[in-house]
């Protein structure tokens, strides 16, 4: 069975930061990308960031972009997005996904639970 687990949300003050984790298990993840979307209390889901397989495709949302930072580890099945300066429009529940291919888009083959990130101000 193909799991998704998403740990590292939790409860912050604005401009703290925190490393969000997907533990990727059930699944040979070769050639997938993986990433993250988050959504918001009524709004949409929003793209995050991307990386593929080799790390060398990466790509970020234009409201993240220069705060936060995706890695990833292939032997620990682990992808990681550290997340600085965090602004209350951060506030969302965080969602790993992975798909096959060089990155991660609306539709993908796997996605986790979610994990709640909450900024206050």
């Known amino acids: 069975q193909v799991q998704l687990v998403e740990s590292g949300g939790g409860l912050v003050q604005v401009g703290d930061s925190l490393r969000l984790s997907c533990v990727a298990s059930g699944h040979t993840f070769s050639s997938y990308a993986m990433g993250w979307f988050r959504q918001a209390p009524g709004k949409e889901r929003e793209f995050v960031s991307t990386i593929s397989w080799g790390s060398g495709s990466i790509r970020y949302g234009d409201s993240v972009k220069g705060r936060f930072t995706i890695s990833r580890d292939n032997a620990k099945n682990t992808v990681w997005l550290q997340m600085n300066n965090l602004k209350p429009e951060d506030t969302a529940v965080y969602y790993c996904?992975?798909?096959?291919?060089?990155?991660?888009?609306?539709?993908?083959?796997?996605w986790g639970q979610g994990t709640q990130v909450t900024v206050s101000s």
């Open positions: 996904a992975a798909r096959l291919g060089l990155t991660i888009a609306s539709q993908n083959d796997y």
